[in-house]
């Protein structure tokens, strides 16, 4: 495992090859939204913090997610939205993320397309959670998410949708799933993990 500021290096190499990013979707009918993957930059390695939904929310309640929502008008791109969704949702501000790139947008079945945006947030950033939208938030090592070994594939069958299959990832009894693992495992192909399964 590279120490920190090489792995920071390298992810910070590995997303600066990408294309730029379709920031919206406008044929399909899907709602354009965008999240940041923020990655805390402790000395004893970096961790992904991630968020657990309120049970009352009318998508995904309860589900562990990446902080970020709708892309507005107001927004100048997907980046300006998931920076002013993750101000609202966890309480830190854009000007305290170091953007470092973005990753190819993903579309759900639930209608959304989302860009996600990839940056490094200090570790002694202090938290304020909107607990209308926020239950709690989980931080989650960067060596956990680049072993291939830890994402599984499933499925469930959903009304209206049908036998749906999807990746996974358990980490101390908090089930990933869905578009966040999704992306998760965009990311980890990024930076050169093998054995995430097709």
Known sequence: MLDDDDMRALITEKL?????????????GLRNAAV?????????????LLTQRTQHLHHHPG???????????????????????????????SDKVDVIGQLEPISTRTGFHIVPVVGFIA???PLALDRFEVESVLEVPLEFLLNGGNY????????????ISY???DYDGKI????????????ARQLGVVGIPD
């Open 123 to 125: 570790a002694d950033v």
């Open 176 to 187: 990933i799933w869905g578009a966040t693992a999704k992306i998760l495992v965009d990311f």
């Open 152 to 163: 599984q594939r499933q499925s469930r069958l959903i009304d209206g949708a049908g036998d």
């Open 16 to 28: 600066s090859r990408l294309p730029p990013p379709t920031a919206v979707d406008t044929r399909h």
């Open 36 to 48: 940041l993957l923020p990655l805390l930059d402790y000395v004893g390695g970096i961790r992904l």
């Open 167 to 169: 990746y996974a990832l």
């Open 63 to 93: 589900q562990i997610s990446l902080p970020g929502g709708i892309i507005e008008v107001s927004d100048a791109s997907p980046i300006a939205a998931a920076l002013r969704e993750t101000e609202e949702e966890i309480g830190v501000p």
